[in-house]
């Protein structure tokens, strides 16, 4: 391991369990059934799944996101779209903040 973030981390992710069994269940039985086939299917969960990884930016899963995706029948074309879908609303968000920056500067009289 070079750095903070450990692959095998996220193959040991149901050991998180060992310290508490009971909320790790009802955690995963929790996300067995959010990524289950709904009125979205699993690959279209699965697709924002990735594109919400890459916006809180969690290395573990965008690699668990990337291969389900693509287990689920996704193309890098559609992952592709996910990850800028993730790209707007975090870019559109830095610049709709931008809005309170300029109230600041109107109010200095600039």
Do not use: W
Not at 9 to 30: N, P, Q, R, V, W
Not at 69 to 88: F, I, N, R, S, Y
């Amino acid at each position: 391991m070079s750095g903070y973030f450990d692959p095998q981390h996220l193959a040991d992710f149901t050991k998180i369990g060992e310290g508490s069994k009971e909320l790790a269940d009802k955690f995963f039985s929790y996300y067995g059934a959010v990524f289950a086939d709904g009125a979205l299917t699993a690959r279209e969960k699965s697709l924002i799944a990735l594109a919400v990884a890459h916006a809180v930016q969690c290395p573990y899963c965008i690699d668990a996101y990337s291969n389900d995706a693509l287990a689920k029948g996704a193309d890098q074309e559609q992952m592709t779209e996910a990850v800028h879908v993730a790209c707007a609303i975090r870019g559109g968000a830095s610049l709709v903040h931008g809005l309170q920056m300029m109230g600041h500067v109107k109010k200095a009289g600039m």
